[in-house]
């Protein structure tokens, strides 16, 4: 691969194992709405927005109270967020070498900030989707990103573990790098792949 001027990462299953966390706040969610969707059906639409998970799990009502319950439970569950291995140590090497680094996710803004906060990541910009701006598979976010990097995606690469990661980054017209230690469990090859965030390091020089 080449060199880029920045990396643009994905947040759950490539910096951080948010599993754990998402189970209880989706078991909270359970508990106060009657839902009786489980968590491993939840869990397969993972990278879509929190909104189009509902829809998909044809949860077609209250998304608001719904994401309400699920962010409180959450925030309230951060301790049971971990990095994976190497991450702050990978992230602050690029960051030394003047690589900028910042993040796209689906997860909203603000349990974003605060888990780059909790983590002390060196980490300035994170975008997640609005009422505004659409989330992944759309480009829009990674756009959003280009412009205040004010670099073009043929600068850029794009990091995730789930399909909808590399559909996005192929409509931002990017290179994408596999996460194989993350939460997408597939068959399929991927042209540029790690098995831990430290490999990156090797892939890019």
Known sequence: M????????????????????????????KKKTGIKKSFKEYFKYIGLPFTQILFKLKI????????????????KNLKKIALYKNVLKTLNILKNKKIKICVVTSKDKSRTKKIIRSFKLPIKHSFSPSSSY????????????????????????YVGDMLVDQRAAVNAKMDFIYTSYGYGNYKKKFKNSIKNLEEILKLIK
């Open 2 to 29: 080449k060199k880029y001027k920045a990396i643009i990462f994905d947040l759950d299953g490539v910096l951080i194992d948010s599993k754990q966390n998402m189970s209880l706040a989706w078991s909270q969610v």
């Open 60 to 75: 077609n009502n209250n998304h608001r109270k719904i994401q309400n319950i699920y962010s409180s439970s959450s925030i």
């Open 134 to 157: 659409r989330g992944k598979p759309h480009p829009e976010l990674i756009n959003r990103a280009l412009k205040k990097l004010s670099l073009t995606n043929k600068e850029t690469c």
